[in-house]
């Protein structure tokens, strides 16, 4: 899997925005200076992630942007779905509608395993563990193999 600039920019952004006190706005441009993310760029990413319901665009002199939900409600997976669609596609289509013929059946089961894994991970993180640094345990024990780190 390759995660996109654009899910990455959106993580980071949220990650700002759980970190405001008081769930306070805050400008995307100030969002943009504190993750160095282009500030046109930034635009279409909110608007996607308005569209999902993951944000709230306020309006006025203390206006900006806020998270709609709980933090701890909205997942990585969630996110990256929002802002880029499926976590697994095959040149376009989600792998339960790739078919194949009957020798390259196996790359369908192989396709669903790998999206299963990624969903392991992704909805089990939270923009709140992100936040706060604190990876549930299951996610974090995976960073612990040294092999995790290893190119391959």
């Given at each position: 899997?390759?995660?996109?600039?654009?899910?990455?920019?959106?993580?980071?952004?949220?990650?700002?925005?759980?970190?405001?006190?008081?769930?306070?706005?805050?400008?995307?441009?100030?969002?943009?200076?504190?993750?160095?993310?282009?500030?046109?760029?930034?635009?279409?990413?909110?608007?996607?992630?308005?569209?999902?319901?993951?944000?709230?665009?306020?309006?006025?002199?203390?206006?900006?942007?806020?998270?709609?939900?709980?933090?701890?409600?909205?997942?990585?997976?969630?996110?990256?779905r929002a802002v880029d669609g499926p976590l697994v596609s095959v040149y376009g289509l989600r792998p339960e509608s790739v078919s194949y013929n009957d020798s390259a059946q196996v790359l369908q089961l192989v396709w669903i395993a790998a999206r299963s894994s990624l969903r392991e991970v992704f909805e089990e993180v939270s923009i709140a563990n992100l936040a706060s640094g604190q990876l549930p345990p299951s996610v974090a024990e995976r960073t612990a193999d040294d092999d995790a780190w290893q190119p391959h």
């Open positions: 899997m390759r995660v996109s600039t654009k899910s990455d920019y959106a993580l980071r952004a949220l990650i700002e925005m759980a970190a405001q006190a008081d769930s306070a706005p805050v400008s995307a441009e100030e969002l943009g200076r504190r993750q160095e993310i282009p500030h046109g760029f930034l635009q279409a990413i909110l608007a996607d992630l308005r569209r999902a319901s993951i944000v709230l665009s306020q309006r006025g002199q203390s206006g900006g942007w806020r998270l709609a939900r709980d933090p701890a409600e909205v997942s990585v997976a969630d996110v990256i």
